[in-house]
């Protein structure tokens, strides 16, 4: 169970360990969408710091890896920093530290990581990593090298072997590119068996046309990752706002019937009236009701519109 009285700690490149979080125990590596593979990692570091009497964090890095050896966006992020932070605070750790990653630092040889970021900066007691966790000018950092660096430097290295099961079952099809491919489908029920949580996103409130409010759908109109593939369409959604759960249908796309303009998601709530604009939301994924379609007539739209409502309610009614 998650301490909700803990204060969740997030350093963005720090020069030093951040207050409250020295002699730290880091789960380390890019962790998108901290799915149930990467659980596992997690879990090893928060026994090691439990066993050590230190605090525990994610340490990973922005923006991903890929992107920048591609030399443009090119990754689907299931989640982009907030979301990887709130995730990271459900699973109980104490913070989430962020490293700037560029070519400059991808062309660092593996003994400076080890030694000037992971000992001299961070300060970790300890490092645990997967069994292919690999860092350094060349990828020449391994799972022995990082071993032996730890014993060299003072801190510990537990390195976890591929894990083939957990709670829910087996991993084997368990991974970042499985998870992507399947939101790219739609298929939002297999992502969360991937990820072991509903998949979310989180963005703040922005003004829209006002267009939901005159068809008598009013939304909250998110603009959501760039990087965001999601397929365009109708779905079963819940939306967490200032510690309140509510439930919603919500579309994400282009809007054809329209202005067929850039993707927006626009989430209406059930039962529900108030201003939301500038609030930061979350709103987590049920199921996929249909794909985005244009509409011959506005009345054609509001009624397919309270059909949509009334699968997500049973959608979500068996959640």
Do not use: W
């Not at 090119?74 to 932070?85: C, E, G, N, S, Y």
């Not at 108030?274 to 987590?284: C, I, Q």
């Amino acid at each position: 169970m998650t301490d909700h009285t803990k204060v969740f700690i997030l350093a963005r490149d720090p020069v030093s360990p951040p207050a409250g979080l020295e002699g730290a125990v880091a789960a380390i590596g890019n962790f998108d969408g901290l799915h149930r593979g990467h659980r596992g990692v997690v879990a090893h570091a928060q026994a090691l710091a439990r066993k050590l009497g230190k605090p525990c964090v994610l340490l990973t890095f922005e923006p991903h890896p890929a992107d920048i050896f591609a030399g443009k966006p090119v990754i689907f992020r299931l989640t982009p920093p907030d979301a990887k932070a709130a995730q990271a605070a459900r699973l109980g750790l104490d913070g989430m530290i962020v490293l700037s990653f560029n070519k400059e630092f991808a062309a660092r040889p593996a003994e400076d990581f080890t030694r000037d970021i992971l000992a001299k900066r961070l300060g970790l007691s300890a490092v645990v990593a997967g069994y292919d966790f690999r860092f350094g000018a060349g990828r020449k950092g391994d799972a022995a090298f990082l071993k032996s660096e730890g014993a060299r430097l003072g801190f510990a290295v537990e390195i976890v072997d591929r894990i083939t099961r957990d709670e829910e079952g087996s991993l084997e099809a368990v991974s970042s590119t499985a998870t992507r491919e399947a939101l790219e489908k739609g298929d939002v029920e297999l992502a969360r068996r991937l990820l072991g949580h509903p998949y979310f996103v989180r963005g703040v409130v922005r003004h829209g046309d006002k267009r939901g409010r005159l068809l008598g759908f009013p939304t909250a109109n998110i603009a959501l990752d760039p990087s965001n593939r999601l397929r365009h369409g109708i779905y079963a959604v819940t939306m967490e706002m200032d510690g309140v759960l509510r439930d919603g249908a919500a579309n994400f796309g282009r809007r054809p019937t329209f202005d067929n303009g850039p993707p927006l998601l626009e989430v209406f709530l059930f039962d529900f009236s108030g201003d939301l604009y500038g609030k930061e939301v979350e709103v987590a994924f049920f199921g996929f009701i249909r794909g985005e379609a244009k509409f011959d007539s506005v009345e054609a739209l509001i009624a397919q519109m309270e059909d949509d409502c009334a699968k997500a309610r049973e959608i979500l009614a068996r959640r």
